[in-house]
């Protein structure tokens, strides 16, 4: 298999559940993000990881929890979310986090809170 | 803060023929590289063209060439022989040269094409 994949592709889960998103990336690059698309706005950054550190946490609440256990494999795990996190959840991965390196992207887990 | 704007929601554009996606953005920046992806109905993110600001020369990949007019902060996408294939939505992005990896998105285009 190759490129990003994501699982699940969907999503449904109640406010008080808690649930995990994967993202495995078999590019061999060093760097993950995770993405969230929302209907009607941009794409928000939420956290980048290089070599399996966390570099960039964009001001997300802690009910997003990110782990990176290596360079091939993220995930979001989520707990006691709102119905405003419904949204398109993106995993991308890079070469390395530097110089403008193209991001690639999965395919994306809809998630709605109900 | 850097922004990006695409000022039209929704474009169409007959097979075959040339549609120009408009993208204009906000930086003091000097250095920053400007990206168009492309979202089909699969969902996934795929990169279509990179532009360094350094570079005066438009970068160009098979059918797809950009305007990179740096004074103007403008970044148009030309698509030339549209195929039915190239219908997805759009979207500009911009990254600053170092310091944080945060892509800027604009908030998408949506490209039909008509057979």
């Known amino acids: 298999e190759t490129g990003v994949t994501q699982t699940p592709r969907h999503l449904v889960m109640g406010m008080t559940n808690k649930k995990s998103l994967k993202c495995e990336q078999h590019?061999?690059?060093?760097?993950m993000y995770w993405y969230k698309q929302s209907a009607k706005k941009p794409l928000e950054l939420m956290f980048v990881?290089?070599?399996?550190?966390?570099?960039e946490n964009n001001s997300v609440p802690s009910r997003f929890s990110p782990e990176c256990p290596n360079s091939s494999h993220l995930f979001l795990h989520l707990h006691t979310l709102q119905p405003e996190d419904s949204a398109l959840y993106l995993c991308?991965?890079?070469?390395?986090?530097?110089?403008?390196?193209?991001?690639?992207f999965g395919s994306g887990t809809q998630l709605s809170v109900l | 803060a850097q922004t990006v704007t695409q000022s039209q929601p929704e474009m169409s554009v007959q097979e075959a023929e040339t549609v120009t996606l408009s993208c204009t953005y906000d930086?003091?920046?000097?250095?920053?590289?400007l990206f168009w992806y492309k979202q089909p109905p699969s969902r996934q993110m795929i990169l279509v063209i990179r532009?360094?600001?350094?570079?005066?020369q438009n970068a160009t990949e098979n059918r797809f060439s950009v305007n990179f007019q740096k004074a103007a902060k403008s970044f148009s996408l030309k698509i030339s022989d549209s195929q039915l294939g190239d219908a997805a939505m759009y979207f500009c992005?911009?990254?600053?040269?170092?310091?944080?990896?945060?892509?800027?998105f604009g908030k998408g285009m949506k490209l039909t094409v008509n057979p």
């Open positions: 991308a991965s890079s070469q390395d986090r530097n110089e403008g390196r193209s991001l690639f």
């Open positions: 590019l061999g690059h060093n760097a």
């Open positions: 990881y290089n070599f399996k550190e966390q570099t």
């Open positions: 930086t003091s920046e000097s250095d920053y590289y």
């Open positions: 532009q360094e600001a350094y570079k005066q």
């Open positions: 992005a911009y990254k600053t040269q170092g310091g944080s990896e945060k892509l800027v």
